[in-house]
């Protein structure tokens, strides 16, 4: 802001003074045992005022009939500075819900990236398979700290479930040579995807039933 700016901002201020006084006054802004009005208290007692303009109530309707705030207007100071900064505040809470929701999205997608499925265990013993064990150690050398957290998939067998979660805690302590390194947690969820025997299965079937390339076409006979 240039310094006429200024210059003419601090003059509406100044200006607008006694008028802001005559208008608290009226308003019963002073019967309130606050600060006295010009001081540094006066101007932060009232600092958290609402912004906009206030709903009143005149025979038997609500002006307007939206909801706004109501009790007594922001100090002419404090109008100027929101319409300086607008939208500060509001701005910081809409700032911390897209933060709150991008946090709960990076989360959720960190335990599906750290979850066992079924097709990670041997479906006999219920120990890591090949694919099991690549993946714990995608997890033990990829995955951030604050996120690595194995999670297992429950089944309706009990043993096989406390057998999986065995499982992978002895690979951790065989990989790390540390025991309770990671704590394994259990979770109810189906895969977000197909395992690789599916989707091996579907595309030979597909090569298998593809007919062989065929072009049809007429011959020419010389007149």
């Known amino acids: 802001m240039t310094v ?25 802004i002073f019967s309130q045992g606050g600060p006295d009005a010009g001081t540094p ?19 038997g309707k609500l002006w307007p009939p939206r909801p706004r705030p109501t009790g007594h207007k922001q100090l002419a100071v404090h109008k100027f500075h929101t319409a300086h900064y607008w939208p500060y505040p509001y701005v910081c809470q809409d700032r911390a819900l897209v933060e709150s929701t991008i946090n709960t999205q990076i989360e959720n997608g960190w335990i599906n990236a750290t979850t066992f499925y079924d097709y990670h265990f041997d479906l006999e013993t219920n120990l890591l398979n090949s694919a099991g064990r690549r993946h714990l150690s995608y997890i033990l050398t990829n995955v951030p700290e604050q996120y690595r957290n194995p999670y297992v998939t429950s089944s309706f067998d009990p043993v096989a479930t406390q057998a999986r979660v065995a499982s992978i805690e002895s690979s951790v302590a ?12 259990l979770r109810t969820a189906n895969p977000l995807w197909r395992s690789a025997t599916m989707v091996d299965g579907t595309m030979r079937q597909a090569v298998s039933s593809m007919p062989p390339p065929t072009i049809e076409y007429q011959g020419v006979t010389a007149d």
């Open 41 to 59: 208290e006066y101007y932060e007692y009232y600092s958290d005022l609402p912004v906009g303009s206030r709903q009143r109530y005149y025979k």
């Open 4 to 28: 006429r700016n200024w210059c003419f901002a601090c003059t509406m201020v100044v200006l607008s003074l006694p008028q802001m006084q005559q208008s608290a006054q009226a308003e019963g």
């Open 174 to 185: 065989a990989l790390t040579g540390q025991q309770q390194m990671l704590t394994v947690e």
